[in-house]
């Protein structure tokens, strides 16, 4: 767990709470290296009970992006304070940095237990992925699983999956069944931190049931252990009539990667009447990187939404083997959206095909540099007499960077004839 800038500003801990933090034992150095600061001491009892009183009292939107950063890394600057504000003190920084430690501290324990039934749901979450960062044992988590309060068991299958604990999977795996949706929802996201294979055949039982947060959770966490028997049960959840499923269905299977995936992927992509879907399919198919894709992603080059254009010129680049652009990515070289014009261009430079390098010379006189250059990179890979003349001018851009792009894309083009 990482630390937690935000969790000492006057907004979540007032004056008096914020004096008592500083207070709480001499400042230790910066963490010098990773290893450092994964040896760094947890917070105590003291300092638990400061934070979640203060997140109580909070206005919900901080709490909420508190909540959201425990476990990540917020920087205020760099080793030895380069970056630093200078009035930022070092002993309100330690006590930040204490609470991504591993909480050890028994009384600390009891009190992250006691507020997995807390009614406000931002302090619950909080205290679940800190108690799933501390040394909490697996029997006690066990017991908590099996609480009779709901809530008090979808906080503490939050806090197995925070401490990707493989001795919990045959019991979250049963909480798949539970009958609270929320509870069968959040154990197979623990699945889904957790990665063990052996869970593949509780999430597929549980994709087919009929909860729809179930169903979407045990769909993510398949994806998240990227094992191929799932794809033939999650190919048909692309026809789901929940467009929220067919959108994570598109998402998952690019990431478990396999070709099984292509011909459905493609055909939600061509018809799909919900846009995340084809945004989502459009996507996996660059992940799966099959040349024989390039005509459906070509095609959605000319959808209706913005979005899903992007997604498809993205992933054009990505593909493997194409040498012929589809015309649709030439004409996105003039799309008023800068987002997709770059996406073309790199995908435009991955692809290399001669029959663009006029496309890519106008854009040397686009008044985005990063077009330019990626428009000089472009012409060096497709290396003809044409694009040596367009890159030769580039060498005049008034941006050193494009000027360096053309230099070096010259020198390729020199080595590939």
Same mark, same amino acid.
Request: hydrophobic residues 45%; charged residues 25%.
């Given at each position: ?153 979808e906080s503490a299958a939050l806090a197995a999956g925070v401490g990707e604990q493989p001795e919990l999977r045959p019991t979250l795996e049963g909480m798949l069944r ?136 993205? =992933? ?12 649709g990515l030439v004409a996105a070289l003039r799309s008023s959206d800068a987002e997709l014009r770059h996406h073309a261009a790199n995908a435009l430079a991955e692809i290399?095909?001669?029959?663009? =390098? ?8 686009d008044r985005d540099k990063e077009l330019r250059k990626r428009a000089a990179e472009a012409l060096g890979e497709i290396g003809t007499p044409e694009a040596v003349r ?28």
């Amino acid at each position: 767990m990482r630390a937690l800038s935000l969790l000492l500003t006057s907004a979540a801990l007032g004056a008096g709470a914020m004096a008592a933090a500083v207070a709480r034992g001499p400042a230790p150095h910066a963490p010098a290296s990773q290893e450092d600061w994964d040896r760094r001491p947890g917070p105590d009892s003291g300092r638990v009970a400061l934070l979640l009183d203060a997140l109580g009292r909070t206005d919900p939107v901080v709490c909420e992006l508190i909540a959201e950063q425990i476990g990540n890394f917020w920087s205020d600057g760099e080793r030895a304070g380069v970056g630093r504000l200078v009035a930022a003190p070092s002993a309100v920084r330690a006590a930040k940095d204490s609470i991504g430690g591993q909480v050890t501290d028994p009384r600390a324990i009891e009190r992250l237990v006691s507020e997995l039934s807390a009614s406000n749901a931002c302090v619950r979450r909080v205290a679940s992925k800190m108690l799933g960062n501390s040394a909490v044992t697996p029997a006690r988590l066990r017991a908590l699983l099996s609480d009779a309060s709901a809530t008090i068991r979808e906080s503490a299958a939050l806090a197995a999956g925070v401490g990707e604990q493989p001795e919990l999977r045959p019991t979250l795996e049963g909480m798949l069944r539970d009958r609270e949706p929320a509870v069968g929802a959040m154990a197979a996201w623990a699945l889904g931190e957790i990665e063990d294979r052996g869970s593949v055949p509780a999430l597929i039982t549980a994709m087919r049931g009929g909860e729809p947060r179930i169903r979407l959770a045990a769909i993510w966490a398949l994806g998240q252990i990227e094992d191929a028997r799932a794809v033939p049960e999650i190919i048909p959840a692309l026809r789901d009539g929940d467009p929220g499923i067919r959108a994570m269905a598109a998402d998952v299977l690019g990431d478990i990667e396999d070709d099984a995936a292509i011909a459905p992927l493609e055909r939600a992509l061509a018809s799909d009447a919900d846009a995340r879907v084809r945004t989502e399919a459009a996507s996996s198919l660059g992940e799966l990187s099959a040349a024989s894709s390039a005509a459906a992603l070509g095609r959605a080059l000319g959808d209706a939404d913005v979005r899903v254009r992007r997604a498809a010129a993205s =992933a054009l680049g990505d593909l493997d083997d194409v040498k012929t652009a589809p015309p649709g990515l030439v004409a996105a070289l003039r799309s008023s959206d800068a987002e997709l014009r770059h996406h073309a261009a790199n995908a435009l430079a991955e692809i290399a095909d001669p029959a663009t =390098a006029p496309a890519l010379m106008e854009l040397l006189s686009d008044r985005d540099k990063e077009l330019r250059k990626r428009a000089a990179e472009a012409l060096g890979e497709i290396g003809t007499p044409e694009a040596v003349r367009g890159l030769t001018r580039a060498l005049e851009d008034r941006d050193p960077e494009v000027r360096r792009a053309a230099v070096e894309a010259l020198a390729e083009a020199k080595d590939d004839n």
